[in-house]
């Protein structure tokens, strides 16, 4: 048996390819939007991807099972479980085999038992695997988005992401009664490979090791140490994260059968002259460059979203899936750009016209390019103490609360231009964040709307404690209430 993780950084999200290495069959769970990793370690090790499954239909990534399964013209297994609510549209159409509890899946002589985990998702499933040639007990088991290390899967998303009203409290029954009939049923030895790491919006404490074993879950992970259902429901679905906007459309997308690519995303490069055009339509432009270059001179409208592991978090929030977008860089080349396209079609956003290179930038060499003031923390402490600037904390609800800058308004980054009126622009506006990268995507978007005097705090919040200035946490201003 040959088993190879792949893991995406952007998305904290792993997929896998179980191999048996004596009839050269294989199969992929949860293969994300770009094939040609799974092929390449296929052809590497002489197998051959006959099956592609995954464990359930998948908010936070487009799902690339099918795609892959086209490509290599396997046989696709879907979940039939959850409900007519929670089927697979495609799956007649591409021929896809539907998988129930208790079924098995032979893949040369390995096999996977599958296991109804209902909770995160009511359709979702965990692959228990066994090497029926080295033993007749369970190896290890794919438990998707139901079993993480150091943490489960949140039951929330259905309702707060997808805004189906009631199911939050379900899911939560649902994934308590899940965790309680596997960790009784599967024994301490068995491997768990989940299907993200730390990072990931799918959970909120999410554990950076790849991998764990159920009995060490047992031990240190906080819900299989919690037996009372009610006190499981109260803290899983305390305190997770605001789930990014885009979630609800990849239910939707995934559920309805991802668009197939093909090949590798491209886009045409356009003339500098078109920029313009463009902007003035209202288009979004998107200035991948690094925060410091952008912040040192950019083209006013354009919103900056770094090329990074952080892209493709913060264009699902930022990006529309019903409007194209330009991107813009100062390479001659399109190596970045396709390193862009490559990032933002995990998450199905596909809709780039076209992308301008350093000549658009050149183009505005005559005129000052706009920039991104960085005000350090002494001078943003004497500020707020004239009561001379508005101060927008970007960060998170979990951050905010850990500790705050007195007298800041907080409005995550993704919620920013929905609620624009919330921020007083009558004076100067100051956004912060952790360390200055996300408050100057924040900085970007206000001034792309208008607003005149836009800061950053250099070094965010880190570096206002570093200065030795204080923070507030939501506890400390209830008592001094």
């Not at 590497?44 to 795609?67: F, K």
Request: glycine share 10%; net charge negative.
């Amino acid at each position: 048996m040959l088993l190879k993780r792949f893991y995406h950084d952007g998305l904290a999200q792993a997929s896998y390819l179980l191999g048996c290495q004596r009839t050269g069959e294989a199969i992929v769970i949860d293969p994300n939007r770009d094939p040609e990793p799974y092929l390449a370690a296929a052809d590497e090790n002489d197998l051959t991807v006959t099956l592609v499954t995954e464990t359930h239909i998948h908010a936070d990534y487009l799902s690339g099972s099918r795609e892959l399964a086209r490509r290599c013209g396997a046989q696709l297994l879907l979940s039939a479980e959850g409900g007519p609510d929670w089927q697979y549209a495609f799956a007649a159409a591409d021929g896809a085999r539907l998988l129930r509890d208790g079924d098995q899946v032979m893949v040369g002589h390995v096999r996977l038992d599958v296991v109804h985990t209902p909770g995160h998702t009511p359709e979702h499933l965990t692959f228990v695997v066994t090497d029926v040639p080295s033993a007749d007990h369970p190896l290890g088991a794919f438990t998707g988005d139901f079993l993480f290390v150091g943490d489960v899967g949140r039951p929330d998303l259905l309702e707060r992401a997808a805004n189906i009203q009631g199911t939050m409290r379900l899911g939560a029954v649902a994934l308590f009664d899940s965790l309680e009939r596997f960790a009784g049923r599967y024994p301490d030895y068995l491997q768990v490979w989940p299907g993200h790491g730390s990072g990931s919006a799918c959970g909120k404490s999410l554990g950076a090791v790849p991998t764990s074993t159920l009995g060490y879950e047992k031990i240190a992970n906080w819900a299989l140490r919690t037996h009372n259902r009610e006190a499981f429901i109260e803290e899983v679905l305390a305190g997770q994260p605001d789930p990014p906007r885009y979630f609800a459309t990849m239910k939707v997308l995934n559920r309805q059968g991802p668009a197939i690519l093909g090949k590798a995303p491209t886009a045409p490069r356009l003339g500098a002259d078109r920029l313009t055009a463009a902007l003035d339509a209202g288009a979004r432009v998107v200035d991948i460059r690094r925060t410091a270059a952008f912040a040192s001179g950019y083209i006013p409208g354009t919103i900056n979203l770094p090329l990074g592991t952080s892209l493709v978090a913060r264009a699902g929030w930022l990006l529309s899936y019903d409007a194209d977008f330009f991107i813009l860089t100062d390479a001659e080349d399109d190596a970045r750009v396709k390193a862009a396209l490559a990032e933002l079609a995990m998450i199905g956003l596909d809709r780039c016209a076209g992308w301008f290179g350093g000549d658009a930038l050149a183009a505005r060499s005559t005129r000052a390019l706009a920039l991104v003031p960085q005000l350090d923390a002494a001078a943003l402490s004497a500020l707020l103490a004239s009561d001379g600037v508005t101060l927008v904390d970007v960060r998170n609800d979990d951050e905010w609360a850990e500790g705050h800058i007195a007298g800041a308004v907080h409005i995550p980054l993704g919620r920013l231009e929905e609620r624009l009126d919330e921020v007083d622009t009558s004076r100067p506006v100051v956004v912060q964040c952790r360390s200055g990268s996300r408050s100057s995507v924040a900085a970007s978007l206000l001034q792309a709307r208008g607003v005149a005097e836009v800061r950053n705090l250099a070094g965010g919040i880190v570096g206002w404690e570093k200065a030795g200035l204080p923070v507030v946490t939501e506890a400390s201003t209830v008592a001094g209430d």
